[in-house]
């Protein structure tokens, strides 16, 4: 289990990071009046990293925004059809995330494009789109397995 909450800690990592940053780049900005040239394409690659590579966490805690309410309404047996058609849009888009994500980062591989500033490798940025949706991926069928597992144990424990 504390091989997938290492994506717990990346995003947190990152985060920081990211806060750090940026307030240290406003600090320039407003009080030594010397801004970071640099800043801009720091926090475009933490930001990217963070929302892909904290997806996984996120799926695993239930803590994806989610509008229930007339769902919850309905019978037991449609919840779950509901439930199910859902974690197939959800596993579509992020496997249509992983295939032209991974397009993506090869063609900016192939041109070596990099970021204008620090010369970044942009295939390095852009790579946390198809590996953040693959973990994701990963997170999803993770929750579903325990969240059946739990659903066995109940009924056991329950009958």
Not at 66 to 88: C, I, K, M, S, T
Not at 101 to 107: E, I, K, Q, W, Y
Not at 135 to 155: K, W
Request: aromatic share 10%; glycine share 10%.
């Amino acid at each position: 289990m504390a091989l997938l909450d290492l994506d717990h800690v990346v995003a947190g990592a990152l985060l920081v990071v990211l806060v750090a940053v940026t307030f240290s780049g406003v600090l320039a900005r407003y009080f030594l009046n010397q801004p970071f040239v640099w800043l801009e394409e720091v926090q475009m690659a933490l930001f990217v990293g963070l929302v892909f590579l904290a997806g996984g966490a996120a799926f695993r805690a239930g803590s994806h925004v989610a509008v229930d309410v007339l769902v919850e309404r309905f019978p037991a047996r449609l919840r779950r059809v509901v439930e199910y058609g859902v974690g197939v849009v959800v596993l579509l888009v992020l496997g249509y995330y992983v295939v032209q994500g991974s397009r993506l980062v090869l063609d900016l591989a192939e041109v070596s494009r990099s970021t204008n500033v620090l010369g970044i490798p942009a295939a390095l940025v852009y790579s946390a789109v198809p590996v953040g949706a693959a973990l994701m991926i990963i997170s999803y069928f993770v929750t579903v397995f325990y969240g059946l597992a739990q659903d066995r144990d109940e009924e056991v424990g329950g009958a």
